[in-house]
């Protein structure tokens, strides 16, 4: 598990739809890329993303689907220039760093790779070592994002973690000599059986190690995980009461600020200017474009993705170098395309927005759409002041403290 952003489903309905593809977008503007890949060597109790153990044989029929699904894609113009891309999972660092490298040449053959575009793997502490950094930094990767999650034994084999504490800091250690001088590092807060002094235990000792970004997370349990399953059964230990909770979560803040660390979204901390900006593109509307199962799409203002099934996709990619086929074999992995609307466009400007600390800026949203923020928030806004959940910037709004602890609420007054 990596790095968590807000997500945004493009459509629920998979029905099979040959008009998903199009030259939706310029060649000039700058697009960020996706790239999902669904293995883990064991999948953690919390999690509930699309990932799950493979044999080396899957992983490489899947590759091979990945890089003719990049070959042949039409939604952008050959040669469109990529600011950011981002391997998420699942493990991606599971891949050998030939199959890394093979993907990231298909990447370059089709899109303009900036020079200095920032191009992130998501790591599980147990699953690379020197040699294999050190081909992932040889084939472009930049950014790390390690799945550290706590620094406690106890609670890493409570989530069902593969890797110790130990073996974290090892693998820390071993990027920073591979050359990495840009990982973020994954912890998760509000644990069953967690305290407040073990939390503040882990974020001293992630200080220690001075990464230049970590993302705080509270646990949330999902349905259909084997926490979830246990939390029924009233088997897991204790979950920290909401008042721990929130300590937690306002201890964090202070205490990385404290060391150099901003918050510039709500669970996201950097050093200055290694904020992450792949994630901040999803919550600024920046257009991207997903490989891989799963993996969602937003370009020109719409928004498809990819369908989840491991065979179906792989089935359909082996089909995809075959000119006649190849809108029927779109039509049977994407889902069905969703055109926002200009409602749906300013919900999303407010909600996702309001993530960032910096929150929204009036000029933005009137050059965007073409209205003042007061014209069509105007009744919101001020009631959400008066309440003490937002406050005035000089170029907007954003969150006060309290507005970011009932965030959820805030942005749910925004969906019209």
């Excluded at 970590?214 to 259909?224: K, M, Q, T």
């Excluded at 006060?400 to 019209?416: K, P």
Aim: hydrophobic share 35%; glycine share 8%.
């Amino acid at each position: 598990m990596g790095e968590k952003v807000i997500e945004i489903r493009p459509s629920e309905n998979n029905m099979q739809n040959t008009k998903c593809r199009g030259d939706f977008l310029s060649g000039t503007d700058l697009i960020s890329l996706y790239v999902h890949i669904p293995f883990c060597l064991r999948k953690c109790r919390y999690c509930d993303f699309l990932s799950a153990p493979q044999t080396d044989i899957d992983r490489e029929r899947y590759v091979k689907a990945l890089i003719r699904e990049i070959k042949t894609q039409k939604d952008c113009p050959a040669g469109r220039p990529v600011d950011t891309v981002f391997f998420g999972g699942g493990t991606p660092s599971v891949l050998s760093a030939d199959q890394i490298g093979r993907i990231i040449d298909a990447l370059r053959e089709v899109f303009l790779i900036l020079p200095d575009a920032e191009v992130s793997l998501e790591t599980n502490p147990g699953t690379a070592d020197f040699e294999k950094l050190s081909a992932f930094k040889e084939a472009g990767i930049n950014r790390l994002s390690m799945g550290v999650q706590s620094m406690h034994d106890e609670e890493l084999h409570l989530l069902g973690r593969i890797h110790t504490a130990e073996q974290a800091l090892e693998a820390f250690k071993t990027a920073r000599a591979a050359g990495f001088d840009n990982i973020n590092i994954d912890l998760m807060s509000a644990l069953p059986g967690q305290t407040f002094d073990s939390w503040a235990d882990s974020l001293r000792q992630a200080v220690e190690w001075r990464p230049e970004h970590i993302s705080a997370y509270s646990l949330i349990i999902e349905p259909g995980t084997p926490f979830s399953a246990l939390y029924e059964a009233g088997e897991l230990p204790p979950l920290p009461d909401e008042e721990t909770d929130r300590k937690m979560y306002h201890y964090t803040r202070e205490y990385l600020a404290q060391h150099g660390y901003g918050r510039y979204e709500i669970s996201n901390y950097a050093l200055k200017g290694r904020e992450c900006r792949h994630n901040s593109g999803y919550w600024t509307g920046h257009p991207y474009l997903g490989f891989g199962i799963g993996a969602a799409s937003y370009v020109n203002g719409a928004r498809f993705s990819n369908i989840t099934d491991f065979e179906t996709y792989s089935v359909e990619m082996e089909k995809a170098g075959i000119p006649a086929e190849i809108e029927q074999v779109y039509g049977k992995v994407r889902t069905e395309i969703h055109s926002l609307t200009e409602q749906e466009k300013m919900e999303e400007f407010m909600f996702l927005g309001l993530r960032m600390t910096a929150g929204v800026k009036t000029s933005d949203f009137a050059s965007r759409f073409g209205k003042s923020l007061d014209e069509v928030y105007g009744d919101v806004i001020r009631r959400h002041l008066a309440q003490g959940l937002l406050q005035r910037t000089p170029e907007g709004f954003c969150l006060t403290e309290r507005g970011t602890d009932v965030s959820n609420y805030v942005m749910a007054d925004y969906l019209q």
